[in-house]
């Protein structure tokens, strides 16, 4: 996708990556302290965990990433264009049944719900990890 990028939130950052090892290594030193320590057992336990992190981290960056884009709100894999957005204000109000964007049954934990009504008269919810950004965004591409 080409153009600015109005809003954008990564869904993830790659730091959890290093838990792994940093385990391996507290594991190490303690082992150290007590007798000999097994390098390669450390070595496969922090790849392993490393490993399953990056998996994760991967996926978090599919799944809860959102950027706004002069074209486009994406919302994890979910892609609305925004000539369909109405409305993007506090006023617009949630219907208990309304669809959440990006696939999910619900609005991913420790994100705040936006809703966003479209032209076709629907309400969806949109999410950001800051809501007020996003909403503010979108309210610009709105209006202009």
Known sequence: MSGPVFYAEPGSTWWPVLWGPIFALVGA?????TGPVHVVAWVI???????AAAVWVQAR?????????????????EELPLEQIAAADDEV???MAARVLGGGLTVPRKFESVPVKLHDGTTV?????????LRAAL????DS
């Open 93 to 95: 109000g949630t219907p």
């Open 125 to 133: 919810l949109a999410w950001a990890k800051d809501g007020e950004a």
């Open 139 to 142: 309210r610009e591409r709105i």
């Open 45 to 51: 336990v922090a790849f392993l965990f490393a490993g």
């Open 29 to 33: 030193i303690v082992e150290w302290t």
């Open 61 to 77: 960056r599919k799944i809860c990433s959102v950027e706004l884009t002069h074209l486009v709100l994406r919302q994890g894999r």
